[in-house]
C-alpha cells in the first residue's frame, strides 16, 4: 500500500493495515534475485544510498515492484560513501529528479531552500534520530520538525534499555496523527517498533533485504510478517511478553501471535530484551507502564538469567517455584501478579506413559530449569543425580532439593536411563554438554536447547541408539501450557506444532 496521507489518528480510527519497509544496505551480484524475493507484503524498499551508492530507481523497478525511499544515513556511524554538504544536497535532489518515490531528510542537515524548493512535500519523509528522551520531549522536537511540510514523519531515538521504548509510544498516542512513525531503535527497543503500528505509526521499518551485515537495525522482513502478522491489524487491548538478554531471538512471540490470531484473541506478544530484569520490572511492570497507551501487561515468560531475580521481586508463588526457587512465567490475576514453572512441563509431557518411578536419572545444569526438572522428576519416584560444571551451584542445589550432585568434570551417562541437558551448550556450536559414548540404547535423552534442527546432543545420542526429545519438543508442551496459564484458553490444536515444523505432537 502506499504512505497514507495525513489525518487525526486515534486507536478506534486506525487503518487496517501499515506499511512495510525493508531496507537495501548491501550490494552484490545476487541483490537483483533477493529484491525479486522479498514478501509480497513488503510494499517499499528503503535504498541506503550512503551504503550502496547511487542506483537507478529504474533498475531497482525492474526486480521490485514496489515504491522507493532514498536515504543518505546521516545519523549515529556513517557508511562508505556517506558526504556533506553541497555534494549532499545534489544527491538528494538528484534522487529525487530521477524518480524515487520518497526522499529522506534530515530535519536539521537538509532543511536548506536549496533541497526543499526542488523536492516537493509529497516526496519528502522528515527524520530525526538521536539519544533517549521523553514524549514531552519528542513532542517539543516533532513541533520543530513539523513546521517543514511532508509526506511524513519520523522519529527514532537510541535506545539503551527495554523502558527506554515507552516514550516514543507515548507521544504517539498524545500526538494522533497517522502521518508520525516514531520507535526507540536496536533489539531493545523492537517492541516499540512492532506496538507503535497500534498507536497510529504508518511505517515499520525491518531489516537489510538481503539479511546480511549491513547497518541496518531492523529485525528480519520474513519474521517481523511470521510473528506479528504484519501489515495487518487485528484488534488488540493487552500485552504478553517474554523478557531476556536474548528476547528478540525467542521463537515465542511467533507461536503465541499466530495462536492469538487464529482465536481472534486481543493480544500481542512482544520481544523484551533486558540487561537488567529488576530494571525492566519496576519500570515497564511494576509501574504499569503500558496501561498509560491502553494495553496492559498481562504476562511474561521469564528467560534465564532472571528465572531467579522474578522471584524475589513478586510476593505470589507457586509451591513448586518456591521449592526451587525459580520461576519462568509471570501472570496477572486482577492487580497481582503469580509466578510459577512450567519448565518440568516440556519434559514430562514427552515422556508420556513411560515409567519415571525408579529410573535413574541424570539432570546436567543445576539453573531454574534444571532445579524445576529433577524435582519434578524426583516427586514421580525417579532416582535423580545433579550434574553441574561448578560446585557451588551444584551444591546449593543439592542441598535444596535433597538430591545427590556430581561434578560435570566426573560424569558419565553410563547406567542411566534419562539423562537431561539443561544448559545451553549445542545453542551457538558443535559442542556436547557431556559424552555420550556409554549411553545404553533404551535410554532416553532430552535435550532442552532450541535450534531449527537437531543439536549435536541429538544426533550423537540417536547414532548410538537412544531416544531423543528435542529442544522444539519440549517447547511445544512448554508453549501450550504458558498459553493457557496466561489467556484462560488452549491454543487452536495443532497449531503451535505445525510452527515448530512438528506434524503432530511427539509419541513417546
Known amino acids: 500500500m502506499n504512505l497514507i496521507q495525513p489525518r487525526p489518528c486515534h486507536r478506534s480510527s486506525l487503518v487496517a493495515t501499515v506499511t512495510l ?176 503500528v497500534r498507536l497510529g505509526a504508518p511505517l515499520v521499518f525491518v531489516g537489510s533485504v538481503g539479511g546480511g551485515r549491513g547497518p541496518s537495525d531492523g529485525p528480519d522482513p ?69 496501561e498509560q497507551i491502553g494495553m496492559p501487561l498481562q504476562g511474561l515468560t521469564v528467560a534465564s538469567p532472571n528465572k531467579e531475580t522474578v522471584m524475589e521481586l513478586t510476593t505470589i508463588r507457586s509451591r513448586a517455584a518456591m521449592r526451587v526457587a525459580s520461576a519462568n512465567l509471570a501472570f496477572r490475576r486482577g492487580p497481582a501478579w503469580i509466578v510459577s514453572t512450567t519448565d518440568p512441563t516440556g519434559v514430562l509431557a514427552n515422556l508420556g506413559r513411560r515409567s519415571i518411578s525408579s529410573r535413574k536419572v541424570a539432570v546436567v545444569g543445576c539453573g531454574g530449569s534444571g532445579r524445576a526438572i529433577a524435582l519434578a522428576l524426583s516427586q514421580m519416584g525417579a532416582s535423580v543425580t545433579l550434574v553441574n560444571r561448578s560446585r557451588k551451584r551444584g551444591e546449593h542445589a543439592s542441598r535444596l532439593l535433597g538430591l545427590a550432585f556430581t561434578l560435570l568434570s566426573s560424569f558419565s551417562v553410563e547406567g542411566y536411563d534419562l539423562v537431561v541437558n539443561a544448559t545451553p551448550v549445542g545453542s551457538q556450536d558443535d559442542a556436547l554438554p557431556f559424552s555420550v559414548d556409554r549411553l545404553a540404547r533404551d535410554a532416553v535423552v532430552v535435550d532442552l536447547v532450541y535450534s531449527g534442527g537437531a543439536t549435536p546432543l541429538a544426533a550423537r545420542a540417536r547414532a548410538c541408539g537412544a531416544r531423543v526429545v528435542e529442544g522444539r519438543e519440549v517447547l511445544l508442551a512448554q508453549v501450550e501450557r504458558q498459553f493457557a496459564r496466561m489467556t484462560g484458553l488452549a491454543p487452536p490444536a495443532g497449531l503451535v506444532a505445525e510452527r515448530l515444523g512438528l506434524t503432530t505432537k511427539p509419541v513417546p
Open 21 to 196: 519497509i525493508a531496507t537495501l544496505d548491501e550490494f552484490g551480484p545476487a541483490v537483483g534475485g533477493v529484491l525479486r524475493g522479498l514478501p509480497e507484503r513488503v510494499s517499499w524498499v528503503q535504498v541506503r544510498a550512503d551504503c550502496v551508492g547511487d542506483i537507478p530507481p529504474g533498475w531497482l523497478r525492474e526486480k521490485f515492484r514496489g515504491k522507493l525511499l532514498y536515504t543518505l544515513q546521516s545519523h549515529g556511524g556513517k557508511c562508505p560513501g556517506d558526504r556533506d554538504g553541497l555534494d549532499r544536497s545534489r544527491r538528494l535532489i538528484a534522487a529525487a529528479e530521477d524518480g524515487y518515490d520518497l526522499i529522506e531528510l534530515d530535519g536539521e542537515r537538509d532543511i536548506g531552500s536549496d533541497v526543499l524548493d526542488a523536492i516537493p512535500p509529497e516526496k519528502r519523509l522528515i527524520s530525526w534520530k538521536g539519544e533517549a528522551a521523553s514524549a514531552k520531549e519528542l513532542a517539543s522536537r516533532f513541533r520543530r520538525l513539523s513546521w517543514i511540510a511532508a509526506r511524513s514523519y519520523l522519529l527514532i531515538m537510541n535506545t539503551r534499555r527495554a523502558a527506554d521504548g515507552l516514550a516514543p509510544l507515548l507521544f504517539l498516542r498524545s500526538t494522533a496523527r497517522s502521518d508520525v512513525t516514531a520507535y526507540a531503535d536496536g533489539e531493545m527497543g523492537l517492541w516499540s517498533r512492532v506496538l507503535a
Open 222 to 290: 520474513a519474521r517481523m510478517i511470521a510473528d506479528y502478522g504484519l501489515p495487518a491489524l487485528p484488534s488488540v487491548d493487552r500485552i504478553f511478553g517474554i523478557a531476556g538478554v536474548s528476547a528478540g531471538k525467542s521463537p515465542s512471540p511467533g507461536l503465541h501471535n499466530a495462536a492469538y490470531r487464529a482465536l481472534g484473541y486481543p493480544g500481542l506478544f512482544l520481544p523484551f530484551q533486558v540487561d537488567s530484569f529488576a530494571e525492566f520490572w519496576r519500570e515497564l511492570v511494576e509501574s504499569q507502564a503500558l
